[in-house]
């Protein structure tokens, strides 16, 4: 069963005095492209963080976030009165020896300062960490399972579009006879407009039949259908197979590209094009597989 890159994730876990949200989100991409943004409480466990994250995500740009969100009276910022009551003395001192006026909104001002909110540093003691740690672990999971839904969605696209391309190429074989029959006849008719040359019936043979074998497509053919099956047994063989997916996917274009070069026909033309708008599509969303 695939997986799809795309996933989305997200926990949260109450503590006393505390909440914390945990968010990851993935998208497509060559390599695992991973990107956290841990508060500075827990940022000694961010190496931690990211090595299981490395471990179980494989591939995609991924997102990890931590939120920390205070509630009741317990908050690690507090206003500095003793820096505000200084700075209010100093910048009324300043204002009546300059003879300016002073600020209208002291408040607003004295909160803008330097200092004016001390943030005190916080170290989470291990029954925290270990609430926070299982939070991040099911927002993994959480993600794991995003990954696996839109993967089966994927499946079923893929499997719809390999059956329409199997089905087409079955197509194929009602105009090959019908193909090689005017192309005899178109060079019949041509030399008998010059049948009054001479020429060698035996080198002539021996150059239909050459010229014919270059419009064989009984290669290309079996070749397409070893593809579209492989390309079927792949998806159903574990995961994290979305490379090899995209090499099967350029494997099936070559061979559909040579029975468009080799087709000589306008229905089988047709058929081609229409094998290729399938392929295309498989393609764009191949690229979207872990």
Do not use: C
Request: proline share 2%; no cysteine.
């Amino acid at each position: 069963m695939i997986q799809s890159m795309t996933g989305f994730g997200k926990v949260t876990a109450e503590l006393p005095s505390k909440k914390v949200t945990i968010e990851i989100k993935a998208l497509n991409s060559k390599q695992l492209d991973l990107s956290t943004r841990v508060p500075s409480l827990y940022k000694e466990k961010e190496m931690e963080i990211r090595s299981l994250l490395l471990q179980t995500l494989e591939r995609g740009k991924v997102d990890f976030s931590i939120y920390l969100e205070y509630i009741g009276k317990d908050s690690p910022s507090q206003i500095n009165v003793a820096a505000i009551e200084n700075y209010y003395r100093q910048i009324k001192s300043v204002a009546e020896k300059l003879d300016i006026a002073v600020p209208t909104d002291w408040f607003q001002t004295l909160l803008r300062m330097p200092d004016a909110i001390k943030t005190e540093t916080e170290e989470p003691d291990e029954s925290e960490w270990a609430v926070v740690w299982d939070a991040v672990n099911k927002a993994i999971r959480a993600l794991q399972d995003f990954r696996i839904q839109e993967g089966a969605m994927l499946q079923k696209l893929f499997t719809q579009k390999v059956n329409n391309i199997a089905a087409l190429l079955t197509e194929v074989e009602k105009y090959e006879g019908e193909r090689i029959d005017k192309i005899k006849t178109r060079i019949l008719d041509n030399l008998q407009k010059v049948a009054d040359q001479d020429y060698d019936k035996n080198r002539f043979e021996q150059e239909m039949i050459y010229y014919i074998e270059k419009l064989d497509i009984n290669e290309e053919k079996n070749r397409l259908d070893n593809h579209l099956k492989y390309f079927l047994t792949t998806m159903e063989n574990g995961h994290g197979q979305g490379k090899k997916l995209g090499f099967i996917a350029q494997e099936m274009g070559r061979e559909i590209n040579t029975l468009g070069s080799k087709s000589n026909h306008a229905e089988m033309q047709k058929i081609v094009v229409q094998m290729k708008d399938e392929l295309e599509q498989i393609k764009e969303q191949v690229l979207n597989v872990l």
